[in-house]
């Protein structure tokens, strides 16, 4: 099984930052680290993620987030700068585990609110 823990989500100004983490506690090897986020109305889409060796981000958040890994401890970070009102929305880490029988694990998610 994989358990996954956020945190570090909150209200924050317009311009201004937010770290977010998020702790995995699997015995299986981890394909990929990701957040989503889904906005009131909105469907889920992919924020950043962070494959072996390569990071990939939406178009929409490109140069003002970033995304790292801490292998050592299974923790994704999710650095937000330059925030703005429509990054405000439910932020989901995203586990992707296994090898032959490859699985995704969501984590309980964490409300980021940019106020204008």
């Known amino acids: 099984q994989v358990h996954l823990v956020e945190s570090g989500g909150g209200l924050v100004q317009a311009g201004g930052s937010l770290r977010l983490s998020c702790a995995a506690r699997?015995?299986?090897?981890?394909?990929?680290m990701a957040w989503y986020r889904q906005a009131p109305g909105k469907q889920r889409d992919l924020v950043a993620i962070s494959r072996l060796g390569s990071t990939n981000y939406a178009d929409s958040v490109k140069g003002r987030f970033t995304i790292s890994r801490d292998n050592a401890k299974n923790t994704v970070y999710l650095q937000m700068n330059s925030l703005k009102p429509e990054d405000t929305a439910v932020y989901y880490c995203?586990?992707?585990?296994?090898?032959?029988?490859?699985?995704?694990?969501w984590g309980q998610g964490t409300q980021v609110t940019v106020s204008s």
């Open positions: 699997t015995i299986f090897m981890i394909n990929s």
């Open positions: 995203n586990v992707n585990v296994g090898i032959n029988d490859r699985r995704d694990y």
